[in-house]
């Protein structure tokens, strides 16, 4: 039985995991934060404030699903710059 390769990316799987997630979970978060929620704007930040972790630690997780570190900084930060471009989108209305 033969052992699989050390991938020595796995550092810059996590670094892409970390900053890119974070700010992907954030454009998560506002995105959550423009619906009209009836639950009030404290008890809408509280929701998002709690939400916030879960999203992060889930796209966190996922990062190592990748093949390369370069694919996880590459996907990862095309998917912000969709969330983010979402998120000014519907603010905008």
Known sequence: MTSKPFRADWISKSFAGIVLGFFAAMAICGLFFLLPLQI??????????????PIWLSI??????F???ARAWFWLGLTNVVLYALYFLFKSF
């Open 60 to 65: 966190l997780s996922t990062c190592f699903l």
């Open 40 to 53: 009030g704007r404290s008890g809408e930040a509280q929701l998002i404030m709690w939400l916030l972790g």
């Open 67 to 69: 093949r390369t570190g």
